[in-house]
Structures are given as structure tokens and as C-alpha cells.
């Protein structure tokens, strides 16, 4: 296998725009990537999108062949080819993306996620999203994420010592890193009275403790580390790729409050990067919702099971602790656009270990890690990045 | 790159399905597939899963997760990815895994496709699959892929000599077939009259010119093709994996009566593979109408444009004739579960290259190749495989 590395990178703004439709946001990253990358479209050899739900939200599937057409390179036919995993969609286009460079078939690839979630077709938002969970089990009996999420935070709060405060104080540090973010949804700060006094949505979740309904487009172009400073003098080596899977349905886990699939992801990368937690510089977890940040830092191993909060009330998350954890924003600030959403992780990253991520830079960051989360855990990308 | 090999395959029976759901269609091919190459669930390193529209048809997405836990292998947490690409999703599927395995990232690894797309949701089939067009230019002003091949079949046929009848005979030459092939929707032989007094669909294609709506899943197994004796005495090995783009709509092509993304990606299959068409012992091509058969034989370099009329009505492409075409009854008359066809198409060459094709057996086949198009031909898939 050949080593990977990043040479480019380009994303859209994030929020509710209206006025731009589902493939013209994906245009619009893709060239912000090539044009990174100091690329023309037509030396790209393949690309992958990820995208969740474009069928349910604008009625369009065929994703890759729309994307490829759209960016101008039906002509040149090269392969193009839509992934899906729910939330996890963009997180596994990068790594479909990762092996095809490492496998020695293609050499330039982009790796994308889009999606298009305001001025949607039904207006059925939520109704879609909860085709990430199953449908059976879950959906047809009206669950919905908020309520599935809250059946985890109302676990682990049983279980361990987080309080409300805590938990906001996610909500709290992904805010202030998201208005230090261009590309975020939300660019103000907020306190933790913001989070505890918002709407109830699903006890004990509150809306500032929910990711928003967000359109983005985010990009990367993918070479062999070998090619690499052909394209550019800041290469991104792609120092691991692991993914997992889990039960769809919550109930039938082992632990619900525990994601197995980032465990197994997490210890994956770690073993394949030859590298332990003490060598991440920063991570970018999936903060759909602000629990889900408190289990994402243990599970990755970051920390015991329960002490995720404490860490945060003490500021090691925070961006100048000493566990930078969301410095984008996470998916609470920036927004989740869901197909968006891993390859956004991974843009952050990029920018970070680059030096070029301007009032929220990492001194010295040299390995950043992405953790991407499809459904309740069901799926789960973790990559680790390095200069 | 290392060689890769099909060491199991598995089809359920393609048909109304009405009492079996979405999963369990999966489960019972994921079986077959496994039990064929005599291996545990258990020493699958990967999974992938081409899916078109499970969203729309019911209401579910995050397949690959989906699948993976109830084919009982969420608890060893592999990863399993859905691959989209309309009714080519099945091809990218098996692609994806030839590239995984290739790669040196996972050894034993399976490809699969599904579709449920009878007792859906909406009932909203025919919406659903124009998913596959251009929504914003086709779909949204009122084609359907009756209307959309059906301008193919037009211009083709006042271009090329071309007759009814001729275009009748490829669905009397898959029924042919089909009635040989115990896994295929339609068991009947039918005659040119049964086609060409057919209910008019979009003319000049009539209700027996068109692929129906059907329910199946199929799975293959891949490993390295230095492991492949471990498991089977018949491996086949993958000679050969193409994919190539083409526009989405059909009104932005060169010319619509030739598939240019089919021509590219059979150009670089055979370059891949150091063959030609004179090597090639049978072909499945994508015949979801009996127009984009005549297309495939040509587009893939079997006779000239103009001649696979000819070429049909002499015989050349029946089951016994010097190039078979669609030995397995085709999209026509083994129905087409979109997502499933791409799979369904390498299982028919793997059961005829190990001399298991029973009654439609083509005596000392050792080459064939499969043809998967999504939507109007904007995504194309080729491999060729041997023994």
C-alpha cells in the first residue's frame, strides 16, 4: 500500500442557504479544494461524495454522476462515486478515497460530502434524518435523534458524574471556537445560561445542546505521499483510516451510553498510526450533540469513562487546553450539513496542522484526528492526520 | 495492487417479494454467499452494499449498518459502506471491494446489493427510480425512464437500421433465458408478438421492451487471489474493474443513442485486462429496456453502430450463438431490484465460468464480462473476470 497525504482542501460557508441549491454547493467546495490544490479538474483521476440523504431531501439520488457532471468532468469520465453512512457519510467518502490512493489504482482523488437540508422538498427534515436510525425499531415508533441521544445522556447521567453545567460548557466551547470559524453557522459566543434556559427538546437535552439543520459542501484532494510536493510545499500525510460498525438500534448494545464503534475505530487508528492519545495534538469529534462530545472524548480513549465533563469544566477541550477538541466549532457551531460533516473534520485538521486556521490556531499542532459518527454509533470513521 | 478473486456468491430468487422485508432479503443472499464460499460471518474483514433508494422506498437509510447487524456482524464491528449509483449501484458496490481487497487493506471482503422496491412507503417506484435522472431537468418536467430510453430507442432508430421486430427479439431472447434460470422473475418464453402487441409504454417501447419492479439481493465474496484456494476449488479471478462518468441529463450528451460513459469504461476494461472482445466468451449487459441492450453490444465494441439488430436476429447474442448476451434473462426477464443488478450480473458470470449455469450452461466459458449503467448511462461499471 501507498502512503496518502492531503494537497488540498476547500469548504463552503456553513448555514441556511436558500438561495443555493444542492450542487452548486457542492461546485463551489470542489473548487475551493482544486483551486488549493493548484489543480485543474481534469488531472483528477476519481472522486468520492458523501452525501446521506439527498434522495429524501431534494429527491435526487445518482449523487456522483450529478456531482461529476456538474464540476465539468462528465467529459473526461472518470469514475465518480456516491457513499453513504448516515452522519458518517463524509467520513467514509475520505476513506473509499484513502484506499483508492493507497491501492495504487488511481492517483489524484477528491473525496467530498454534501448536503442540502433547508428548502428541501417534503420540509420532512427530521423524518429523514431518522432513516439513520432504524426504521423499524426506532423511526416507525417516533424516535428521533434528539430523543435517542437523550436516552444516552440520561444513561450516562445516571451513571456517571456529569451535571447540566458540564454539559452546557460543550455547547459553551464549541460556540466560542465557532466564532472564531469563517465558515460557521453560528458565529456567537454564548453562556452556559444560553444552554440551560433554551428550549427542553428532549430531557435532558436543550436546544443548544442540539447540532443545527445546516447546507455545506466541504472537499479534499487526495494524492501519494510520493506525488505530494508536485501540488503543494504543506502535504498532509494520512497516518490512519479505521472504521466500525455497531448495532443500528440502541437498544440492542452492549452499553448505550458507551459507543463501541468509536472504540473499536479509535484503538483501529491508533494501532495502524503506531501512535497513542498522548501524540494528538487536537480532535475534531461529533458533537451532534453536546453528550455525544462527552462520550467521544472517553471512548477515543482520551480519558476514564466520567471524566469528560470534569475535563471540560477545567478547560483541557478548551482551545488553548491541553486537548483542543472542536477547534472548528464541532458539528454545535459550524453546523451539520450530515454528508458535509467528516470531510469538514478533516478540512479543520488540514488547516490546523497547516498553520493557516488564523484566530483559532494550534501552536505547533503536528497530529490531528477526526471522529465521525453515522446514526447513534452504527458507524463510526476515525482518521488520523500528520505534517 | 494485488490480483483479487470471487471465492463465493449467492442470489436470492428476484421477484415480488411481498413477504419479505428490505433486511431480510439481504440477510437470506448474504448467507447464500457465505455458505458458497463455505466461510463464517465472522472472517469478513469489510462489507460493501450498492443500494440505490432505500430512503425513498422504505424510508431507510444507513444501510451498510443496517446490514451489517443483521447479518450478525455488528459485534465484530467491520466496516460496511452503502454505494450509490442508481441502478449501477451493485457494480460500484462490487468495485469498491475489488479495490479494498486489491489495495491490501482487507483481505476477505463482501459485495452485495438490494432493493426492495414492491410494498414501498410512498408506492412512489417510478418517482423514486427518476432519482436516477436529473431531477432539476428531467424529473422535475415529467421523464421517466420509459420516456428517457424511449428518446434513445427514437433517435437510434432513425439513425440505424433497426426494426421492431429486432428490438422485440432481445426480450424473447432473455425470456428465453430467463426461463432456464431459477432465480429470474419472469419463467415464461415469450414470442415478438407477445412484445410487439404489448401495452404501449413510451413509444416505440412497450410494456415487454421494459425491465419490471422487482425485489432480490445478491452477494459475492472477494479475497486475495493468492488466498483464494483456502476457501474454493473455483475461484474466479477479476481480470478487470472499470467505471467511467458520463452527463447526468440525456439533452447535454454528444450523441444519446450512443452510451459514451459504456464505451470508456469498456475501452479501459479491456486495457486493463490485455484483452478484446473476440476474448470474451459471454456478456451481461444492462438491458433494463431492449434498446439499451442493442446499445451495450455496441458501445462495448462487439460489432459496429447499426449492427446489433442484425446481429440479435441472426442468433449471435442467443444462448448458444458465438457471443451470448445476457444468459442469466437479463434485466428483462430476471427483473431488475436496482441496487441488487450490478451483484446479480457477477454471480451469473461466476456460476457460468465454474460450469454451474445448469440449463442455460455455455460450454467452456472462461471469460465473461459485466456491463451495469445507472440511470441513462451517467454512470457505468465494467469487469471482466476468468478462470
Given at each position: 500500500m501507498r502512503d496518502v497525504a492531503v494537497i488540498g482542501a476547500g469548504c463552503t460557508t456553513f448555514g441556511e442557504k436558500w438561495n443555493v441549491s444542492f450542487r452548486n454547493l457542492f461546485v463551489e467546495a470542489g473548487i475551493l479544494a482544486l483551486e488549493d490544490a493548484g489543480l485543474a479538474g481534469e488531472q483528477i483521476d476519481a472522486m468520492y461524495v458523501g452525501n446521506m440523504s439527498a434522495g429524501r431531501?431534494?429527491?435526487?439520488?445518482h449523487i456522483g454522476a450529478l456531482i461529476a457532471d456538474y464540476t465539468g468532468l462528465a467529459s473526461y469520465h472518470i469514475p465518480s462515486t456516491r457513499v453513504e453512512a448516515a452522519c458518517a457519510s463524509g467520513g467514509l467518502s475520505f476513506r473509499q478515497a484513502v484506499i483508492a490512493v493507497a491501492s495504487g489504482m488511481e492517483d489524484i482523488v477528491v473525496a467530498a460530502g454534501v448536503e442540502k437540508m433547508t428548502d428541501v422538498a417534503s420540509g420532512a427534515s427530521v423524518d429523514a434524518l431518522t432513516?439513520?436510525?432504524?426504521?423499524?425499531?426506532e423511526g416507525f415508533v417516533g424516535a428521533t435523534f434528539p430523543g435517542l441521544y437523550a436516552m444516552i445522556a440520561t444513561d450516562y447521567m445516571n451513571r456517571y458524574p456529569l451535571t447540566r453545567e458540564q454539559l452546557a460548557l460543550v455547547a459553551v466551547k464549541n460556540h466560542y471556537n465557532g466564532a472564531r470559524n469563517p465558515i460557521a453557522q453560528f458565529q456567537q459566543e454564548i453562556t452556559t445560561e444560553t444552554v440551560i434556559r433554551?428550549?427542553?427538546?428532549a430531557d435532558p437535552l436543550r436546544l443548544f445542546d442540539c447540532s443545527p439543520i445546516t447546507d455545506g459542501a466541504a472537499a479534499v484532494v487526495l494524492a501519494p505521499l510520493e506525488r505530494a510536493r508536485e501540488f503543494t510545499d504543506t502535504p498532509v500525510k494520512v497516518l490512519a483510516s479505521a472504521q466500525a460498525s455497531d448495532t443500528i438500534t440502541l437498544h440492542d448494545r452492549r452499553d448505550i451510553s458507551t459507543l463501541d464503534g468509536s472504540v473499536a475505530a479509535g484503538r483501529r487508528a491508533f494501532e495502524l498510526a503506531g501512535l497513542s492519545t498522548a501524540d494528538i495534538d487536537l480532535v475534531e469529534v461529533h458533537?451532534?450533540?453536546?453528550i455525544a462530545e462527552i462520550c467521544a472524548i472517553e471512548d477515543l480513549g482520551?480519558?476514564?469513562?466520567?471524566e469528560a465533563g470534569k475535563l471540560t469544566e477545567e478547560g483541557v477541550t478548551a482551545l488553548h487546553g491541553s486537548l483542543p477538541v472542536n477547534t472548528s466549532g464541532g458539528l454545535k457551531a459550524c453546523g451539520h450539513p450530515v454528508g458535509a460533516t467528516g470531510i469538514k473534520q478533516v478540512y479543520e485538521i488540514v488547516q490546523q496542522l497547516r498553520g493557516e486556521a488564523g484566530r483559532r490556531q494550534i501552536d505547533g499542532a503536528r497530529i490531528g484526528m477526526t471522529h465521525n459518527v453515522g446514526g447513534t454509533g452504527a458507524t463510526v470513521a476515525v482518521h488520523i492526520l500528520g505534517v
Open positions: 431531501f431534494v429527491e435526487q439520488e432513516g439513520a436510525a432504524d426504521r423499524e425499531w433554551s428550549a427542553l427538546v458533537d451532534c450533540f453536546t482520551f480519558c476514564k469513562k466520567g
